[in-house]
């Protein structure tokens, strides 16, 4: 219930910090300044009840629908590229097909991927109900190639945020079942050829990583959203900008979805980022808490997916927002606005809290599971002197 009752309030604080955010652009420009306040109270009713189903399915039905519910995430994904039910958004230099025109609302399939990955994932590594002690790469052939299509319209789209998001969080799975450190390390280093290919052969990307590298060169252009957000930090001091003057929010526009934390921080200043963090550290513990006690392979996974998918989320944007990684459209999980994002990281924690009453069904008296990656290393025998 600690980890249920952390996790609903930083998405209550995610609420508090959104308001001002967002209050001064939507009087601007739509006339109504709860704009953006009143649809993401909406999304949060419609994340609950999706917290509330994650945690009640039972753990070996999520098993059985997990290959099911990965090629229904890729169809999705497929259809965005589809005139008339996918949504895409142009700029002078590509075009962006992230989301789905569901009517009176739409969605972004890549967020519902992230739950397919590691409900998918988790389910590939812990064949048999075991994790592996001596690695057999050709039975994970198949399931990598079903992932990579994933991966690839993913991309496509272009998402690259998510794509390395999704991408980090399957290594660590893929470690955390057994295999080996070094093997990973020289997978990830074979990769940077394409990655090297992603950032230079994509004018987009190339430009990102440009102005990344010197932001004031480009202050008034792809650099605008960084270089204010520096500002926003600096002017947000220790106690904050008060909201009463009216002076909140000169420089940040459109802050209130990646850049959010730098907003938080003229609103609040530091003392509020500690806090905020604060609340933060003390979920990441709980949930990591209570990947301890689990004592069965594939709920483990699950859980442990969840858990790096939120935690390397709030890594990337709070590196993006303070200028250690170029822009990658990765959002701040639980305060960020965007709807699918809410739903989906709701949807997180109630399978992180569905793991923690399972682990608690188990009885305190069972072995305790330990992951292989996680085990000490066996000791060096020791010889004795004549």
Same mark, same amino acid.
């Given at each position: 219930?600690?980890l249920?009752g #952390?996790?609903?309030l930083?998405a209550c604080?995610g609420?508090?910090?959104?308001y001002?955010a967002?209050?001064?652009l939507?009087?601007r420009e739509?006339? +109504? %300044? ?5 649809r993401q109270v909406?999304?949060m009713?419609?994340?609950? !009840?999706?917290l ?5 399915v039972?753990?070996?039905l ?9 090629m ?5 994904l497929?259809?965005?590229f ?7 958004v142009s700029?002078s230099?590509?075009? /962006? ?5 569901l009517g009176p609302?739409?969605m972004?399939?890549?967020?519902l991927?992230?739950?397919?990955l $590691?409900v998918?994932s988790a389910?590939i ?12 790469m050709r039975? #994970? ?5 079903v992932l990579?299509?994933m #991966?690839?319209l993913i991309?496509l789209?272009?998402?690259?945020g998510t794509s390395?998001?999704m991408?980090v969080?399957?290594a660590?799975m893929?470690?955390l079942s057994g295999f080996?450190?070094?093997r ?8 940077? !050829?394409?990655l090297?290919i992603?950032v230079f052969?994509?004018?987009?990307r /190339?430009?990102r990583f440009r $102005?990344?590298?010197?932001p004031?060169?480009?202050?008034y252009e792809?650099?605008?959203?960084l270089?204010? %957000? ?5 002017e947000?001091?220790?106690?904050g900008q008060?909201l009463?003057?009216g002076?909140?929010?000169r ?5 209130? +979805?990646?850049f959010?934390?730098a907003?938080?921080a003229?609103? /609040?200043?530091f ?12 979920f ?7 990947l301890k006690?689990?004592q069965? !392979?594939?709920p483990?996974?699950l859980?442990a997916g969840s858990?790096i998918?939120i ?5 990337? +944007?709070?590196?993006v927002?303070t ?7 990765? %959002?701040?999980?639980f305060i960020?606005y965007g ?7 709701m949807?997180?924690?109630? #399978?992180?809290? +569905?793991v %923690?009453?399972?682990?608690h069904?188990q009885g305190?008296g ?6 292989p990656?996680?085990q000490?290393?066996?000791? !060096?025998l020791v010889?004795?002197?004549?």
């Amino acid at each position: 219930m600690l980890l249920l009752g #952390l996790g609903l309030l930083l998405a209550c604080a995610g609420l508090l910090i959104l308001y001002p955010a967002s209050a001064l652009l939507a009087e601007r420009e739509l006339s +109504n %300044s709860d704009f953006f306040f009143h649809r993401q109270v909406g999304w949060m009713v419609i994340g609950l !009840p999706a917290l509330l189903l994650w945690s009640a399915v039972p753990i070996k039905l999520l098993r059985r629908l997990a290959l099911p519910g990965l090629m229904l995430v890729i169809v999705m994904l497929g259809l965005v590229f589809v005139p008339g039910i996918g949504q895409s958004v142009s700029s002078s230099r590509e075009s /962006f097909h992230r989301w789905l025109d569901l009517g009176p609302i739409s969605m972004q399939p890549s967020e519902l991927a992230k739950i397919a990955l $590691v409900v998918y994932s988790a389910h590939i590594l812990t064949r048999n109900n075991e994790l592996q002690r001596e690695y057999d790469m050709r039975r #994970l052939v198949p399931p990598l190639a079903v992932l990579s299509i994933m #991966l690839v319209l993913i991309i496509l789209e272009p998402q690259y945020g998510t794509s390395i998001c999704m991408l980090v969080v399957l290594a660590m799975m893929v470690y955390l079942s057994g295999f080996p450190m070094l093997r990973l390390v020289w997978l990830g280093l074979a990769s940077l !050829p394409l990655l090297a290919i992603l950032v230079f052969f994509w004018e987009y990307r /190339f430009e990102r990583f440009r $102005v990344w590298l010197d932001p004031y060169a480009y202050r008034y252009e792809g650099g605008y959203q960084l270089v204010t %957000s520096f500002r926003a930090f600096e002017e947000g001091g220790w106690f904050g900008q008060s909201l009463a003057s009216g002076f909140g929010h000169r420089y940040l526009t459109y802050g209130y +979805n990646d850049f959010i934390l730098a907003l938080f921080a003229e609103d /609040f200043g530091f003392i509020g980022i500690v806090l905020l963090f604060g609340l933060m550290m003390a979920f990441l513990l709980r949930a990591f808490l209570t990947l301890k006690q689990i004592q069965e !392979p594939f709920p483990f996974m699950l859980g442990a997916g969840s858990l790096i998918m939120i935690f390397f989320q709030i890594l990337v +944007n709070c590196a993006v927002v303070t200028g250690l990684v170029p822009t990658t459209g990765v %959002s701040l999980p639980f305060i960020s606005y965007g709807g699918t994002s809410l739903i989906v990281t709701m949807s997180f924690l109630g #399978l992180l809290f +569905n793991v %923690s009453r399972h682990a608690h069904r188990q009885g305190p008296g069972a072995e305790v599971f330990r992951s292989p990656a996680l085990q000490p290393a066996d000791p !060096p025998l020791v010889t004795a002197r004549s």
